[in-house]
């Protein structure tokens, strides 16, 4: 049986979270700049990180977007999860935040992530629960 190219509604969804989490994180999700003697607070370096994993969330998501058959769709999905996870445990868990509540990254990076990173954990969710209907009826 041959599969037919199909763009199915997660598809869309989820790589169009991805790129709107890409942008917001380079301008509204955005750390506060460099400190007066030019170095960073740890907040720079978890947002580059989450800066990392939102280019590889949008290169997945592309190739899920494209991707024809569900066993396929069925990797990409389990590997967004484990980047999805990841971006929530960034701010807090695995690199953290600036020491003061008040401060940029605190107040719109760490909200932004975390909104993000749901979303796209939802929907990638999704998108798992009717690959694997697809590929049990495929069987």
């Not at 590997?79 to 401060?103: H, Q």
Request: with cysteine; aromatic share 10%.
């Amino acid at each position: 049986m041959k599969n037919k190219f199909k763009i199915n509604a997660t598809d869309v969804i989820l790589f169009l979270l991805s790129g709107l989490f890409l942008i917001l994180l380079y301008t509204a999700f955005a750390p506060c700049g460099p400190k007066e003697d030019g170095s960073f607070m740890r907040c720079q370096w978890a947002w580059r990180a989450n800066v990392a994993l939102a280019y590889n969330l949008l290169f997945l998501s592309l190739v899920h977007l494209i991707a024809n058959r569900p066993e396929v769709k069925l990797g990409l999905s389990a590997g967004i999860v484990g980047i999805a996870i990841t971006g929530l445990l960034i701010p807090e868990k695995i690199i953290g935040l600036c020491m003061m509540d008040t401060m940029r990254c605190h107040t719109h990076t760490k909200g932004g992530v975390y909104v993000f990173s749901v979303l796209i954990l939802v929907t990638v969710l999704a998108d798992i629960f009717l690959s694997v209907i697809k590929v049990k009826k495929n069987n």
